[in-house]
């Protein structure tokens, strides 16, 4: 009895600090999509109104595939597709095609 007692206690405590674990890493998550949102805005701000190489485009997009699971990247991200698709079109569909691998189920 006293063992289940402990043990029980000892669950949810462990249960408990999981739970602060989880949250602590879910407001890092959002601390690094709000860092990448406002770094990444005024690039393509930048790369939207010039004409970039497509060596570029192809680096931005390639860095901003790895936070595109914010909706704000996302859009950035799409506005960079849509600007550079008549220019570089087989760049840019491999492009979407590595986000639809890396998010869509």
């Not at 000892?10 to 959002?30: G, L, P, W």
């Not at 990444?40 to 190489?53: D, F, H, Q, R, W």
């Not at 390639?62 to 008549?86: E, G, I, P, Q």
């Amino acid at each position: 009895m006293q063992w289940e007692v402990q043990t029980g206690l000892r669950f949810r405590e462990d249960v408990t600090k999981m739970d602060m674990d989880t949250k602590a890493i879910v407001e890092r998550i959002q601390d690094i999509s709000e860092l990448s949102y406002n770094y990444y805005k005024p690039l393509v701000g930048s790369i939207i109104v010039e004409k970039a190489s497509e060596k570029e485009v192809e680096h931005l997009l390639d860095y901003m595939l790895d936070v595109c699971h914010d909706d704000r990247m996302l859009n950035l991200f799409k506005k960079v597709c849509r600007r550079y698709h008549a220019l570089y079109p087989e760049m840019i569909a491999s492009e979407i095609l590595v986000y639809k691998e890396w998010y869509e189920e």
